[in-house]
């Protein structure tokens, strides 16, 4: 069972290049999101799609761009990289968005910016 | 505003005994849902209990029993016979019903199994 798969596990991108992190799910989930881990805190809500053809923002948008490219792919993207965005991101899904939904997670890449 | 507090941020336990990490919450939402996950050093977020507000009976899944006291907003995580391999972050996170998109996480617990 994949579940939900990241691509690259680990990355380092200098100060201004750009990436794209890679998410993908084949439990036929309409809803994925991208978030950020740093140390000490709790997951924060980058960028969501409620369903295929929809993106939102969440919590902490700047610096990132989203492409939901079906119902199984959401691929987040750093334009232009910086050290602040040094962090450990997740891709996660669930079956909608009722509080009910349970969301699944992937296993995460590690981003160092320098 | 969703807020969720974890005010441990480390605990110890023997092997086999029971533990409780705690976890409290604030919403204005009536219907909501709270969530506990399992991170260990490897890193991925494990999905390990879920309870709804409108539940009456606290949840179980296996070892995990969430406490879930609606009164008093709180929904600890009770862990019973603790293994080696229950050494772990564990964050408490709650969606609530008119914000369903976006999950609040707390800070974690770190607990550390002692054998």
């Known amino acids: 069972n994949a579940g939900v798969t990241q691509t690259p596990k680990f990355q380092v991108l200098k100060t201004g290049q750009s990436m794209t992190l890679q998410c993908a799910q084949d439990m036929n989930h309409n809803s994925m999101y991208w978030y950020r881990q740093d140390p000490g805190m709790g997951l924060r809500l980058i960028y969501y799609s409620a369903s295929e053809g929809t993106t939102d923002k969440g919590e902490v948008p700047n610096g990132y761009n989203v492409s939901r490219l079906n119902k199984r792919e959401f691929s987040l993207r750093l334009e232009s990289a910086a050290p602040s965005q040094t962090s450990v991101y997740f891709c996660?899904?669930?079956?909608?968005?009722?509080?009910?939904?349970?969301?699944?997670f992937g296993a995460g890449t590690r981003l160092s910016v320098l | 505003a969703q807020k969720i507090t974890q005010t441990q941020p480390g605990m110890f336990v023997q092997e086999k005994e029971a533990v409780t990490l705690d976890c409290t919450y604030d919403?204005?939402?009536?219907?909501?849902?709270l969530f506990w996950y399992k991170q260990p050093s490897s890193g991925e977020m494990i999905f390990l209990i879920y309870q709804g507000s409108y539940d009456q009976q606290n949840a179980t899944e296996g070892r995990y029993s969430l406490n879930f006291q609606k009164a008093r907003k709180s929904a600890n995580l009770v862990i019973s016979a603790s293994q080696l391999g229950d050494s772990a972050m564990y964050f408490c996170?709650?969606?609530?019903?008119?914000?369903?998109?976006?999950?609040?996480f707390g800070t974690g617990t770190s607990l550390t199994v002692i054998p």
């Open positions: 996170a709650m969606r609530g019903g008119n914000t369903g998109n976006q999950f609040y």
């Open positions: 919403t204005s939402d009536p219907s909501y849902g």
């Open positions: 996660a899904s669930s079956n909608g968005l009722l509080a009910t939904n349970i969301q699944y």
